[in-house]
C-alpha cells in the first residue's frame, strides 16, 4: 500500500487497466468536475472517472515539492540515481496494463507503444549512470594564490545546484516518453529537482499509471513524497497558475506554439520570472539537391513517405517541406510521392481536437495557393488522410503562412529556381527542430551558403537521413531556434537536458569540511574537474 501522505486512492469506480492498480486522484475539495479519457477510435469514453485538479491541487503539489526540493538536492547521486532506475522497473512492471491504456486512450498502436516504453526506460537509465558518474556538475577550482601581486587571489569554486521544484507539461504525441515519465521529468529529478506534472488530458489513465509508478519508486529509493506530484485537467487557467506559482523555479513544455507562448509569457510576467524550456513544433524541412534527385530517386520516395506518414504524421520531427530545384527530377519525385501517397492509409489521431486542426491547415493551405497532389484514400470519418501539396517557391516566399506547421501525415512540395532561390527559401524559414539534405559530399562544399543558413536555423542537421527518430544519447541536441523551442541553447532529449534545471553556484574562501564533496580537494566522487584551467580528475593538495 502507498503512502496515505502521498494522496494514493483507490479509483471511484473501475481500474485504469483491470489489474486493481492504485490510481492517484489529488485531492480536489475545490474542483468537482470530472474528467474522462476518451477513445479517439471510436469517440467513446473510458473508466474510471478522475477529477479535474483546481487551484488548491496544485498549490498542494507545489508546496510539497518545495519542501521536498532541499532534501532531493542533498540526497548523494547514487540515491537519486536508484530513483530513476525504480522508476524504470516500475514502469516495467506494469505491463500491458499501461501498453493497453495508452493505446485506448491514443490510438497508437501497441507495437509503437511497446517501444516507446523501452525509450522511456532506457531514458530514465540513461540519466540514472550520467549522475552517478557526476561530471555533470562541472565542477570549477581556482585555487587561491596569496602572493599575487597587486591584490591576493581568493579560493574560489564553482558546480551546477538544482534548480528547485520544477513544473512539467506532459506532450500528448508520446504519452511516456514525452509526458509523465518522459525527458523533462526524468532530467528535473536526475538534477535533483521536485517535479509537478500536467497531465495531458487526452491520456489521463495512462498519466496516472506512470505516476503510480514514480511514486513508489520514490518510496522504495527513501525519498520524500514530495518530489513527485501530478495535476489533472483541461484548464488552461490550472496549468498557468502551476507555472505563477511562488514555488515554481522552471518550466518544461511540449506542445503547440500557441500554448507555449502562453506559459512563457506567464513565466516572464512575474514578479521573479523563471525559465520555460518549450518545445513548440518544427516544420523540418528537407533540402533536395540534384544528385539525390537524379541517382535516389525512389529511395527518397520511400523514406519520404515513410517518414511524412508515421504515427498519422504525429511526430514533432514530421518532415512538413520538401524543397528542391526546379525541374525533371523534382516533377519525377513528386509524382512517386503522390503516388504513394495516394495509397497510404488513413489513422486515427491522437484526440478529435488535432484532427480538427489538421484539416483546418489543409484548408489553409489550398486557400493560400498550394495545390494538392494527392490525398489518401476516403476512410472511415475523423481519420486523417495523409496528402502532398505542391508550391512554386515565390508563392512559399510572398505567403509566410505556408511555413506553418500542420501537425499531421502532409508535406509541402517547393519548387525552387536554382540555388539563389533555394537559399532564400531557406531565409524565410523560422527556426527549426531540423534540417535535412539529401546530396553529395561533393554538394554540400557547393551548397556552403544553404548549410550555413540551416545551421543558423535549426538545432539538428542531417545529411541523406530523415528526421524522425531523435536518438536518446549523449550528443543529441533537440531544440533550435524560436519557435521550434524557447531556448536554443538546450536541449529537451539526452542528458545534456539536465542542464536546464540546474544553475551554477560560486564557493569563495569556504572551509574544506563545508564543501560540497564535488568541490572538495580529495576527489572522492572521481568527476573531472577545472582545475586552474586544467581538465583532471587528479585530487588537489591540502590545505
Not at 515554481?248 to 500557441?258: E, M
Not at 528542391?324 to 489513422?347: H, M, N, Q, T
Not at 505567403?399 to 527559401?425: D, H, N
Not at 574544506?512 to 576527489?523: D, G, H, I, T
Amino acid at each position: 500500500m502507498l503512502p496515505a501522505a502521498l494522496g494514493w486512492r483507490a479509483p471511484r469506480r473501475g481500474n485504469a487497466g483491470g489489474s486493481g492498480t492504485l490510481i492517484h486522484h489529488v485531492n480536489a475539495e475545490d474542483s468537482g468536475a470530472e474528467l474522462r479519457g476518451v477513445d479517439p477510435a471510436t469517440g467513446g469514453t473510458l473508466d474510471p472517472p478522475y477529477r479535474e485538479s483546481g487551484s488548491a491541487d496544485v498549490d498542494r503539489a507545489l508546496c510539497a515539492a518545495s519542501d521536498a526540493a532541499d532534501d532531493l538536492a542533498r540526497a548523494p547521486a547514487v540515491q537519486r540515481a536508484a530513483f530513476l532506475r525504480a522508476a524504470a522497473e516500475e514502469l516495467v512492471a506494469l505491463g500491458d496494463t499501461l501498453l493497453n491504456r495508452a493505446h485506448v486512450e491514443t490510438a497508437l498502436p501497441l507495437a509503437r507503444l511497446q517501444g516507446e516504453r523501452i525509450r522511456t526506460v532506457n531514458q530514465l537509465r540513461l540519466f540514472a549512470d550520467h549522475i552517478e558518474e557526476g561530471s555533470w556538475v562541472e565542477a570549477r577550482i581556482d585555487t587561491a594564490d596569496p602572493a599575487r601581486a597587486p591584490v591576493p587571489r581568493p579560493d574560489v569554486r564553482r558546480m551546477l545546484v538544482p534548480i528547485g521544484p520544477v513544473v512539467v507539461f506532459a506532450a500528448s504525441n508520446f504519452p511516456l516518453a514525452f509526458s509523465v515519465p518522459g525527458g523533462d521529468t526524468a532530467s528535473a529529478l536526475a538534477a535533483g529537482c521536485p517535479v509537478v506534472c500536467k497531465a495531458h488530458p487526452a491520456h489521463p489513465g495512462t498519466s496516472e499509471l506512470a505516476a503510480g509508478a514514480i511514486a513508489r519508486a520514490a518510496s522504495r529509493s527513501g525519498l520524500p513524497t514530495g518530489v513527485f506530484g501530478l495535476v489533472q485537467g483541461w484548464s488552461h487557467d490550472v496549468g498557468l497558475a502551476m507555472v505563477r506559482h511562488r514555488f515554481t523555479r522552471a518550466v518544461g513544455f511540449t506542445g503547440s506554439l500557441r500554448a507555449g507562448r502562453a506559459i512563457v509569457d506567464a513565466a516572464a510576467a512575474r514578479e521573479d520570472p523563471i525559465p520555460v524550456y518549450a518545445e513548440m513544433g518544427s516544420i523540418n524541412p528537407v533540402f533536395l539537391l540534384p544528385s539525390a534527385l537524379a541517382e535516389q530517386n525512389d529511395k527518397l520516395a520511400d523514406g519520404l513517405v515513410q517518414a511524412i506518414t508515421l504515427g498519422v504524421g504525429q511526430f514533432c520531427t514530421n518532415p512538413g517541406v520538401l524543397v528542391g530545384p526546379r525541374g525533371d527530377a523534382l516533377d519525377r519525385l513528386s509524382a512517386r510521392l503522390a503516388e504513394r501517397i495516394g495509397r497510404a492509409e488513413s489513422g486515427t489521431m491522437l484526440y478529435a481536437r488535432l484532427h480538427e486542426a489538421y484539416e483546418r491547415g489543409l484548408d489553409r493551405a489550398r486557400a493560400l495557393g498550394a495545390a494538392v497532389l494527392a490525398s489518401g484514400p476516403a476512410g472511415t470519418p475523423g481519420r486523417a488522410r495523409p496528402a502532398l501539396l505542391a508550391v512554386q517557391a515565390e508563392r512559399f516566399l510572398a505567403s509566410p503562412e505556408l511555413g506553418e506547421e500542420i501537425f499531421g501525415p502532409v508535406s509541402l512540395v517547393v519548387s525552387a529556381e536554382g540555388q539563389g532561390e533555394l537559399v532564400r527559401v531557406a531565409e524565410s524559414l523560422e527556426g527549426q527542430l531540423t534540417a535535412t539534405i539529401h546530396g553529395s559530399a561533393r554538394e554540400l562544399e557547393q551548397y556552403a551558403r544553404l548549410v550555413d543558413v540551416l545551421r543558423r536555423k535549426a538545432g539538428r542537421l542531417i545529411f541523406n537521413g530523415f528526421p524522425t527518430g531523435v536518438e536518446v544519447g549523449h550528443a543529441m541536441h533537440h531544440g533550435g531556434p524560436w519557435p521550434a523551442s524557447s531556448d536554443a541553447r538546450t536541449t529537451s532529449v539526452g542528458s545534456a537536458a539536465i542542464a536546464r534545471f540546474a544553475r551554477p553556484v560560486c564557493y569563495q574562501n569556504f572551509p574544506e569540511a563545508s564543501l560540497p564533496p564535488a568541490l572538495r580537494n580529495r576527489n572522492t566522487l572521481g568527476i573531472w574537474r577545472l582545475v586552474d584551467g586544467r581538465t583532471t580528475r587528479d585530487d588537489l593538495p591540502a590545505a
